[in-house]
């Protein structure tokens, strides 16, 4: 028995004495907001207080907090949110919130020894928490700012948009209340684990799965079991893995079998006994050798290892390189890049008569419920997929996880099932960014003008297809960055091998080329002889001017961004080359690279549904299915309805993605939500809207406000109250209602690529201002100057938010990211930027109004990590010369690269 005191109440738990005091806390206790990331000291979610200092939960053994003092989040603002953690929401300082009681309880731990820390200090005390998703500045702005007062605006009606609310879900988060997929175990669940391959590419078989699992007290379960289609994938027509492999495995982790029993004996069994032989085949590794044909195919039909390529020609460029006045060519290589979110894939599944409710952390609920389905040989209607908070996503919870295993238990014993995976599951099992191999060539007149550009990318999709169509598409259509080139010719092919899938990750591919193409930019300005930014807005596209796809575009942004950096430019060269003027160990480099990127599907149908209602007592409800998985789609999408409504943001009340009682918004990817779905929002409440000034009998002028059961409407002089109790109810639960969807004008492309593939892109600019230690290799960004335009700004708050978490992920490639097949299983093997990473970063939030976009406004989740890594090179080959042909620019590699300029 050990007895401590907890949050101020002495509390005693008979465990052993070895267990963590994360467990004690989540399982024994039933206290969840300290989060586990890693259990391994890494990710820091697991931070409580001991005697008042900060611990990792998760390496402190309980036997060590007897008879002390134990604080978890639970114990901090008890009747409501602490000064701190008001400061958190005022700052916008939580994004997906799976780090942030982590975040708080390290602040606390600070705040209480230095009251008056300033930026160091916080930087060196959270240093020890990983947050993926905001890039850090203001979380520790909001640790500065946590003796300050005051919140974000509750706007009047019509003032939602352009305000910055704080996160209308942002209380959960920052008090730990937010339920992600390992915080709700229902009662009497098995626990499930899978047996996955230790081998890239094998044959298996099993032994007595039987007479094992009777001498453990556990089921076991394997493809055959499966009682549906063994196969799913997020584009139904490349539809080709398996939920449990089915005697050959093709990557390292892939599932082959399934054990469920109690969560004790589950944990105590001895996986190296499980009855499986393994006969270990020659992998395929690399997509050079993929593609020979004397090598296996690891699908069938698709030859020489090829899953798709996309491409897009317009006019000779052959020609018109052959003719350019200057002319640069490269090549690029990166590898495979982790998503790293700190929620590893978890979740449950339980049955509500013949319905399969399945709790998972995901990015796409309806697509989840269709492919579950498909799976377990169930009917759509018999499987409701009912969303955890999602602890960071990027992508790759758009894909298949947790969902059919669980469901799979749960279906064939009636009981409920949890499956939570470990850090190095997660790692091994998700999908990763594409490794890619790209060459490009472009060519310009003697003014600078491009005249031609030939692009080719080879991207490794991994085992199965996942969404390596989608990479292969729409790179091509953006590997030109958002620049005027007449004559282009590029190709990109998703390629199998036996590494891991490569999925969605924040830009489809369009960083890895973007990557290659600016540093190309760079090397031809220096040719022409022109200022690296003005060879770029000599270039820039503009309005009703052809892109590489013939599609002339309205509300083209990239000029004005490019415009917005011109001072800092200006001045960071001057300080570059007054500290290089000297001779020192470091030299001082600037760059800069743009981005543009299309919101939504390419070329395909990409609808989105929303609902919104009013109840008899008078509270109206958005039936927000598109998934916040901490970009803020739950805010933004509310702010455009209710001032499409004319009403108060706060009297809004959201219903959280269920595919039960949420219409389908569609997957968050590829940074269509706020437009997409924001857009059907906004219809939605101008229709129900409409509705109320026909029941009043008012004009479009009219001002409405909702209190008591009460309807008003005012109109000049004009006044009708509504009774909202004396209304039937019509459908849903709600006297008024109504539900609208939208889906984005596209144009499917011809064979050459050609076409209309997005209805709105957004733009963007980044400078990089670096430091490299010429001895040593190392690089330190000082400052990232970013502008981005968003059509309408939404919420500044949030979009600030996002252009700084999408620089340090930018950052973490260009820089330090590289996963490793087979070698990589935790986060102090794999690096992403901490506190003491990231620079200084500007933002420059830039209006220029979409046409097509709700009220303006563009996507921006993706676009900002995309000139990120290329803006990085090029300061680095501004400092040295040096020109990095391999992602990331590994101390070792920068090294390489300089002493090849100098030879």
Known sequence: MISFDLNGQPRSVDVPLGRRLSQVLREDLHLRGTK????????????????????????????????????????????????????????????????????????????????????????TALGGVLCRCTGYAKIIDAVLDAAGSGAGPEPEAGAAVGARVERLDGVAKVMGREAFGADVVPDGALYVRAVRSPYASARFAFGDLEAWAAAQGVRVFTAQDIPGVNCFGVIERFADQPALAEETARMVGE????????????????????????????????????????????????????????????????????????????????????????????????????????????????????????????????????????????????????????????????????????????????????????????????????????????????????????????????????????????????????????????????????????????????????????????????????????????GVGIGACLEALQPRWDAALIEAAGA????????????????????????????????????????????????????????????????????????????????????????????????VSGKAAVLAAQSLRAQILQLGNMGAAAEMSLSGGVLSLRDGAARRDIALRDLPEIAHGYVLWAEETYDPPTEALDENGQGAPYAVYGYGAQLAEVEVDVALGTVKVLRITAAHDLGKVINPLLAEGQIEGGIAQGLGMALMEEFHPGKTENLHDYLIPTTGDMPEVVSHLIEIPDPEGPMGAKGLGEHVLIPTAPAILNAIRHATGAVLAQLPARPDRVLAAIKAVMS
Request: net charge negative; with cysteine; proline share 6%.
């Open 36 to 123: 586990v990331g890693c259990d391994a000291g890494d990710c820091g979610a697991c931070t409580v207080l001991v005697d008042g200092a900060a611990v990792c939960a998760c390496l402190t053994p309980v036997a060590r907090v007897a008879a002390r003092k134990v604080e978890t989040i639970e114990g901090v603002g008890v009747a409501g949110p602490s000064a701190l953690q008001k400061a958190f929401l005022r700052h916008g300082a939580a994004q997906c919130g799976i780090c942030s009681p982590g975040m708080v309880m390290a602040a606390e731990a600070l705040l209480r020894s230095n009251s008056t820390p300033d930026r160091d200090d916080v930087e």
């Open 255 to 554: 599932a082959v079998a399934l054990v469920a029993g109690p969560k004790a004996v589950v944990e105590a069994l001895e996986w190296d006994a499980f009855p499986v032989a393994w006969e270990a085949l020659v992998p395929v590794l690399e997509t050079r050798s993929a593609t020979d044909p004397e090598v296996k195919l690891l699908h069938a039909a698709r030859k020489d290892n090829q899953l798709i390529a996309g491409v897009v020609r317009r006019g000779d460029a052959k020609a018109a390189l052959d003719m350019a006045a200057h002319v640069v060519e490269g090549t690029l290589r990166t590898g495979h890049v982790e998503h790293a979110y700190i929620e590893p894939e978890a979740g449950a599944a339980w049955m509500e008569g013949e319905v399969l409710n399945i709790r998972a952390c995901t990015q796409a609920p309806v697509l989840d419920q269709e492919s579950a389905a498909k799976v377990l040989g169930l009917p759509k209607e018999r499987v409701r997929i009912r969303p955890a908070a999602t602890g960071g996503g990027f992508g790759a919870k758009l894909d298949l996880s947790v969902q059919p295993l669980v469901g799979l238990v749960t279906l064939l014993t009636g009981q409920p099932s949890v499956m939570v995976y470990s850090r190095p599951e997660s790692m091994a099992a998700s999908t990763k960014r594409h490794p890619a191999e790209m060459t490009a060539k472009i060519g310009a007149d003697a003014d600078g003008r491009l005249v031609g550009m030939a692009f080719d990318g080879a991207f490794d999709t991994g085992a199965y297809a996942s969404w390596g169509p989608t990479v292969a598409v729409r790179v091509p259509v953006h590997a030109s960055g958002p620049y005027v080139i007449p004559n282009y010719d590029a190709e990109a092919r998703a390629v199998h091998t036996n590494g891991p899938v490569a999925g969605a990750f924040r830009g489809f591919g369009v960083p890895q080329a973007a990557a290659l193409q600016e540093q190309l930019f760079d090397q031809l300005a220096d040719q022409v002889g022109m200022d690296r930014l003005a060879f770029r807005r000599l270039n820039a596209l503009s309005d009703g001017v052809p892109t590489v796809c013939g599609q002339e575009l309205a």
């Open 580 to 675: 290089n003027a000297s001779p020192r160990k470091t030299l001082r480099g600037v760059g800069v690279a743009s981005c543009w990127y299309g919101c939504g599907n390419t070329a395909l149908p990409n609808p989105s549904t929303m609902r919104i209602g009013i109840t008899s007592d008078g509270q109206i409800c958005l039936h927000q299915g598109a998934m916040d998985i901490g970009q803020g789609a739950n805010t933004v999408i509310a702010q455009m309805a209710a001032d499409a409504l004319g009403m108060p943001v706060h009297q809004i009340t959201l219903i959280d993605s269920d595919t039960a009682v949420t219409p389908d918004c569609g997957k968050t990817s590829a940074s269509r939500q706020t437009v």
